[in-house]
């Protein structure tokens, strides 16, 4: 009967949890779990997540098919940790509910909205997970179901539902604890109401919202709510810079950062906010701050209170250093795979692009020459006649590239340039990224740009002495070798800043090897490559060959210094033979290599007896090289005469024995070991150590006939010419080559010839005795050559063409670190002055100094891990890039106020920084306005309205309320607290 008429029987099992209960038990047991019960501990429970940047707590629940996600946000503002002395703090609220009447709590530079709002400490956040913000009756039951929650828990911490759009930030909340609960809910409008304009239609709005209480009994009056009430005002100016433009051109300081594509293309500062506050201030006589349509007490030059906050934009995305150190770090791992550069561009494709290494020179003869290479970049240089015959004397020939023309930007021509490449972590080697034709050209022209259009002329004979000092102090600096900063390799070693590969790199360094051999052939000196440890720029000094090369330096600049020696002295030489001056013998040098000449042509045709040769080791002279223009007279010594003849003592022309690379001095060392102890062996090495010292011998004979040993010391070594010390009858008798020197000639007297040899070289068997004795007498000219031009040129091009991809690569990473660190290091030197140094720009770069000698290798391995190398590097480069480019825009902006600077650097975007100089102010107020002691309109005006005073009835207990609004020319937005005695 039941089923024919269609009713059925249902028995329904009220033991069982509805769903919306299992919502309640499960809020409950995540609040007790987060230690919000009262009397609870605070442990994340399973499955919970804390996180600690953001110092709150969330999980995810469901109900009715929708899923939420409640947060506890803890997270305090730093003016919420210590309540203000001047709080009345009122025994009878929970310890919550006092934060809504503590100024400290007014208007924290970042915080969340509701914290600023309300001044709550913490709080929940039950937000639906869908995009739109809950509905006002889905709102409503999601607040009653918390309020359940927190009551069983015990629980008085506010809770907060989001309404409509999470955009607009409105929400509805609830809290409740000893007797008095609070409702919360916030509106937002697009404009400003014409009545909600001011400050006085605001309280009264206010205070309307206090009386309304909609309950029967007697409401408390104006006068009662006006007797607790005060109010706090804040007015924000904000300055934007983002969108302005390129800042780095008008506001990088002189240094030598101007090579490096750094800091950011728009301002690292994206705004400046300006906060003008008037601290909380009761209602004396019934009356606030006057602030209608009509008149105003606000003032803003008069503000009590200034404080100015930094905004910057986000890091990660303005480091172009940094990303270009990882495209650096890409390259040097990949670099370890293959031995030669030739392999690399077989495997690629660019078989064709490679340059072939020409023969070791050591197995050639000296005389040879390589033909000339075309040259790409000054290809008018090269070929100065279209029909490609020889150029006749008559017509002018170039032996330098003329200074590039200056862009719009000067030296900014550069990263104009080359900002096209892609800037990448290129690890693939089967699609590499490689630069442009225009783009390598535009670098090649940067590397190799004169000195004139490199930086300002500086005079040498005023900064060389300075420059060597700052030199050494480099060198000591870092535990590995680079190059000094402003120098041609420096120039090159920033370059790989802006190659995205280690193909890219690679390219490059073939044709700057040309571009190296076509200076060598046209004996143009290299740009911006000293001798020794000079200023970029100086002359070579005269017989300072030995010196020419900084061994304190990387092996590529040395290899280029030797290079500009082996070309200064191809010059000299020409205008020796020729009678020009080395000016004169550069404008030749092109028909005489036309011809078939040779350096070392002048001297010998055979050098077969030099092969087995090895330079000797240097040593300092007060000598007269050979290669200088025809003197009138032979250079004598002042007030010295030979010993046993009555002429004067002649300074000869001498052969410069010229420098020594790292490598050479290690083949050397080598050598010398394995010649083994005999006799044989000691007489090799004899000759090997002493090759430049019988030069000098024979050139000081043929120079002063009838001299001696002793007169040679005198001049050569004057150290060893002993004035105090006399020789005793034994050392008389033992010194028998001395007694047959002199052959019975008679001593003569003063001109400088008291004195005697030092023990050490009276001593038997002395090697400079017995070399003195196998020296005949030869002029220089007329000597065998101890160095070659065109032999140790070709060495040097050898090893830059045979260079390994990892060894390249090390030694121009090497450079770029230190020009970085020392480019990073002058600029803050420029924007700090020594009496407020910015510690934050210098701590920054103390740590990227001690990253790099820390991590990176003095040499370079196959089995080194590039991430490992490069890790620590890049951490530390990052924050140095952000903090200088901040650094630099915030001195340019103001200007004097290095205190100010310092003080907005060491605080980030979450902190205001006090301003309470009447010259800050002014100076604050005219970057904001342009005029001095003048302000803009604000950008947002924010008022805080709050009252402690009886509710709903005229006889309740005090409790809080408080209202919040913000005005801006596009928002209006009121956030309202009002708290009822529960007690009835």
Known sequence: MAEEDGSAFEIVDYTVASPWERLVARLEDIVRGWGLARGGSQTAPSGGNLSSSEGSFSETVSYAGRSYGIMYHTELPSSFL???????????????????????????????????WFGLSDF????????????????????????????NARSSVPVFVPLMERRRHMYVGYMHGRGVSIKFNSEAMGVVPAHLAHLDGLVDFFFKRVLATHVQGPSPTLETVLQGTSVSTRFTYVKDW????????????????????????????????????????????NRFWVDNSIRTDYRPMRAPLWSLRAVYPQPERWAPLAASLKSIAGAYDDARTFRSISELFELIGMKDRAIAATPDPSHMSSASNSPATARPVHASDADPMSDGETQSDDQPHESRPQPLSPGPEGSRGFISAVGTITRTLASSLTAPLLPSPQELDAVLQEIFTPESAASPPTSPSSQSASERADSRQLAKAYPFKAAPPGTLVSTLGLSLLTLPSLAAIALLWVEFVKEVRWYWEHTSPLPRVPLGQGAVGAPPQEGDGASAVDLDACLIYQKLQMLNYCIYRKEKERGRDTGKTPKQASDSASEDEANGWSDDDIYFSDDESSKNETPSSSHTTARSPVGDAPSSEPQQLTGQKLLYCEKPLVVPETQDPGPLTEDMIAEQQEVLSKLGTNAEAAAIRARMQTVSLSSDMQAFKAANPGCVLEDFVRWHSPRDWDTDDHMDEADEEEDQAAVAERAGR????????????????????????????????????????????????????????????????????SVALVAIGEGFAQTARDISPQATPLVSVSECVTLFHEAVNQSWPEGCNVDDDAQAIFEPILQAAAPMEVMISRAVSLVHKLPQHHELVTALLSSDSNHEVAINSEAERSMVSSLFSGKRDELPDAHAREFLVRTWGPRPFATSAPVPSRMYALLTPSEFKVAMALGTDDCI
Request: hydrophobic fraction near 40%; include cysteine.
């Open 82 to 116: 210590q309540p203000s002395t001047a709080m009345d703090i009122k025994e009878s609220l929970e310890p919550r509910m006092n934060g809504m009447l503590d100024p400290s709590t007014d208007f924290p530079a970042r915080a969340h909205h509701l914290q600023r």
């Open 746 to 813: 008679a001593r003569g007297e003063g001109s400088g010839r008291e004195g005697t040899l030092s023990r050490r070289m009276r001593t038997p068997g002395n090697l400079w005795r017995e070399t003195w004795q196998q020296a005949p007498a030869a002029p220089a000219v007329d000597q065998e050559p101890i160095f070659r031009c065109t032999r140790e040129a070709e060495k040097v091009l050898h090893y830059l063409e045979a260079l390994a991809p990892l060894d390249l690569v090390h030694q121009l990473a």
């Open 242 to 285: 983002l969108q302005r433009g390129i800042w780095r051109p008008h506001i990088t300081p002189p240094g030598h950062l101007d090579y490096i594509y750094w800091g950011p293309s728009e301002d690292p500062l994206a705004a400046m906010h300006l906060a003008l506050q008037w601290p909380t201030s009761s209602a004396p006589k």
């Open 124 to 151: 929940l956040l039950i937000t639906p997970l869908a995009d739109a913000g809950a509905d006002a009756h889905e709102a409503t039951q999601l607040l009653s179901t918390m309020s359940i929650v927190l009551d």
